[in-house]
């Protein structure tokens, strides 16, 4: 499955905002990111995927020719998300939460609870009955109580989430 969601705005987060690219894709949204994102590798992804690029690094900004370009001036990630959220008009929705795979990106997919019953651990396959893997990396996911808690989380921080 492709993105569900092709007219939103993806994104390409530099190597200062791995929280910020992990909290984006908490919300369902398109984040690139990974450890060893390098200047030229994240001009060259938001060139050829078509990303913005989110940055704190103002010679960046000065430096590139990339237009799509949205330069981060908070510190802290609930800060940094508002100010995405903000910019590019975009909701946090509590059915598109956890639909992404954290670690990788990746668009979960749901699963039959029998095909993963060698992948989770017995306690989690009893009380659970919707499981999703992550194509990327086959990570197992399943929604639970960390959904709610997420939410309050979020809510926390003064991000709102909408039903
Ligand atoms: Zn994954």
């Known amino acids: 499955m492709e993105n569900g969601h092709p007219s939103e705005p993806r994104f390409v987060c530099d190597d ?3 929280k910020l690219a992990r909290y984006l894709r908490v919300g369902g949204f398109d984040a690139a990111f990974d450890r060893d994102m390098t200047d030229s590798r994240l001009i ?12 704190r690094d103002h010679r ?13 001036e908070q510190d802290r990630w ?3 998300l508002r100010a995405v959220l903000a910019r590019f008009g975009l909701t946090f929705r509590k059915n ?18 029998e095909s993963i019953s060698q992948r989770v ?3 989690t396959y009893q009380h659970h009955e919707e499981f999703f893997l992550c194509p990327i990396c086959r990570r197992v996911y399943w929604s639970g109580t960390h959904v709610e808690a997420m939410i309050r989380r ?6 709102m989430v909408s039903g």
């Open 60 to 72: 960046l900004v000065e430096r590139t020719l990339v237009r799509n370009l949205f330069f981060i």
């Open 154 to 159: 979020l809510e926390r921080f003064g991000i």
């Open 121 to 123: 651990f017995p306690f």
């Open 44 to 55: 060259r992804i938001a060139l050829d995927e078509r990303r913005w690029i989110l940055t």
């Open 16 to 18: 200062h905002l791995g």
């Open 96 to 113: 598109r939460l956890f639909s992404r795979c954290l670690e990788d990106n990746g668009w979960i997919e749901p699963v039959s609870k």
């Open 78 to 80: 609930p800060d940094q």
